[in-house]
């Protein structure tokens, strides 16, 4: 394994955690596991872009801003090289990034899920995090640059995997990781988190109270859930469970009313549940662009009719809610 992908930092920075001790003890076997050439055979590619990186050290790293990254000295010749070792690591879906005024224009502004969200929630100054699907860690990092101590990302997707570690490359925060797993390999039962955050998940979930069960158990007593996911509009009951694909995605399952996630969350165990946002995906927040060339929300909608998906179904309309745990 490339030598950039060294998680001891983190480990050591999830043992001065008591809660997470336990769980750091088992998790270069479960890292292995996540990161195993054999399963994922495009991994020594990926590996070998992020090799190709040049030595460059940031002058300045910015967190808490929309294009996640930093900058520093580099000439023309070595921001190219930057530039085409970075996109070897294609397709970026969330983001932007900008190392050294190369601009990673991602598939999704991920930075507008974060405008719409971020005032709503308790401050994330001193707390420990979990970000459940975290991609390339797009998130895990504005949680830092928010305060957090601590920000555990997992995401079982071994590129996105790739791509935390690149930006991780330049922007040296121990205190940030992304973990190549999926949400039914945590621990059960954690209890440790301040803050969850499962964006963009529920739907691809076959349970959905499995999935709330879960994000409640990894959760302190008195800690906060930020859940997004897509809805449909509709009254209390109603919840469109597509046969087929949703938007060209093979993996939806479940797609309710803010009305029933609401229910949904009451029967999971949640208090003071709070609906912070709703509103439908443009064009501009997903679309297709230079660092992702496959096809996007454009090409997943009714050309003749742009609020339905290419099915026939509702558009894509996503909501936050805030809630917690007891
Ligand atoms: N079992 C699983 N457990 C955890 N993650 C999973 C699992 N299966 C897939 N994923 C990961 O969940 C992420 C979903 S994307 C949301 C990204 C970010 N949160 C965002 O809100 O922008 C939304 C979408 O593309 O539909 C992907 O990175 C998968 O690899």
Redesign the pocket.
């Known amino acids: 394994m490339s030598q950039r992908m060294n998680y001891r930092p983190f480990l050591d920075a999830m043992r001065t955690h008591e809660l997470l001790a336990d769980w750091a003890d088992i998790l270069p076997e479960q890292i292995a596991r996540g990161l195993n050439p054999k399963r994922y055979g495009d991994l020594p590619r990926w590996q070998q872009a992020l090799d190709a990186l040049p030595a460059l050290n940031l002058a300045s790293t910015q967190l808490d801003t929309s294009r996640v990254g930093g900058d520093g000295p580099i000439d023309d010749a070595t921001r190219q090289h930057l530039r085409e070792a970075l996109m070897g690591l294609h397709p970026w879906?969330?983001g932007p990034f900008e190392l050294f005024g190369v601009h990673i224009d991602t598939e999704?502004r991920?930075d507008w899920?974060w405008e719409r969200l971020h005032k709503a929630i308790s401050p994330l100054t001193g707390r420990t995090v979990l970000?459940?699907?975290?991609?390339s860690g797009?998130?895990c990092w504005r949680m830092r640059g928010a305060g957090a101590e601590l920000v555990v990302g997992?995401?079982?997707?071994p590129l996105?995997v790739v791509q935390y570690f690149a930006l991780q490359y330049y922007l040296r925060q121990p205190q940030v990781g992304v973990l190549p797993m999926?949400?039914?390999h945590l621990p059960e039962k954690l209890e440790a988190f301040d803050t969850v955050f499962s964006?963009?998940?529920l739907y691809?979930r076959r349970s959905p109270f499995d999935h709330l069960f879960a994000l409640r158990d990894s959760l302190r007593s008195g800690g906060e859930l930020v859940l997004?996911t897509l809805v449909i509009e509709g009254q209390l009951g109603d919840c469109l469970v597509p046969e087929g694909r949703y938007s060209k995605?093979g993996n939806v399952w479940f797609i309710p009313s803010p009305a029933t996630l609401e229910s949904w969350l009451r029967k999971a165990g949640f208090r003071h549940i709070r609906l912070v946002d709703v509103g439908t995906t443009s064009l501009e927040e997903q679309r297709r662009t230079d660092w992702m060339r496959f096809h996007s929300l454009e090409q997943f909608l009714d050309p003749t009719d742009p609020t339905r998906t290419a099915e026939g179904h509702p558009a894509p309309r996503r909501a936050v809610f805030v809630a917690e745990k007891p």
Do not use: A, L, N
């Open positions: 879906r969330k999704w991920s899920k970000d459940v699907g975290c991609g797009y998130h997992i995401d079982p997707t996105f999926g949400i039914e964006m963009g998940i691809h997004e995605m």
